[in-house]
């Protein structure tokens, strides 16, 4: 039994395909099957079930998989005391962030970050929430940015800021005349919300207390993909929509006449630095918070948690 060997069996069990793990092992598919038969061998028990697709393990070869995860875990462990010891800093960085943050936060501190530390290699992929935690768990990813919280069993969060939720009106809006807003100030009827699946769009409907209907012969309902649709659908039609407080900061000052700001305690959203209860790679998670924490603005990072709206 090898460590090439376990890795091998890991990624099969990851992406249910042999020639796609071998793929992210870099290697070819016929030298991954070999090397998983043997195995079998050795061990007398077949790890997967090939009669299936996509390929499933067999009962033990379930329980043999997540030992094998520990046991490369552990190796982890072993490679980070050496880096430690050697005082640097390298390896690879698998990224998980969602898009609600992605346009706005990575480029505050990623190439910073790339250049501060040119032995890491990063990997960056936006996902949704849902996606995230999934490949948090399969090990495909080695951290996420995102918001929380979310009271999931095995995902540690590490708070990295609270993020202020400000409004964005039309100028042909009533609300467009307020000050400060309330959440009753809205009208559900013009609130431009993010589509399904945006961990973002529950928050507002639950900030705003909303089960939003369409209006009686109303001929045109949309839900945008991202946060700069919906900033464009309100500036161009009698709407509202809600914005992260990053997404405000390359406004121009005609854009920020736009923007109201909630009566205090405004309400925020909690973004963290997550992983799996078993990951590795603690230094290089550690450079990347510090690094996130020291990029954003001031404001941001001096915002308090008084009220955290729910996912």
Known sequence: MTFVQLEYIVAVDTYRHFAIAAGHCFVTQPTLSMQVQKLEEELGLKVFDRSK?????????????GQARKILSEKGVINEIIQAKKGVLTGELRIGIIPTLAPYLLPLFIQHFTEKYPLIKVIVSEMTTELLVARLREGRIDVGILVT??????????????????????????????????????????????????????QIVKLCELRKASKEGSHFDYEAGSIETLRRMVELNDGITILPELAITDLSSRQMQLVRHFKRPAPVREVSLVVHRDFVKQRLVQALKLEIINAIPEKVRNNKNHYVVPI
């Open 53 to 65: 697709q996509p390929v499933i393990p067999t009962e033990a070869g379930a329980e043999i998989i």
């Open 149 to 202: 919280p979310l009271q999931e069993n095995g995902i540690r969060e590490h708070v990295l800021f609270y993020e202020e939720l400000l409004v964005y009106v039309s100028r042909k809006n009533a609300a467009y005349k307020k000050t400060y807003m309330l959440t009753q100030d809205i009208d559900p009827n013009k609130l431009w919300l993010l589509e399904e699946g945006h961990c973002f769009r529950s």
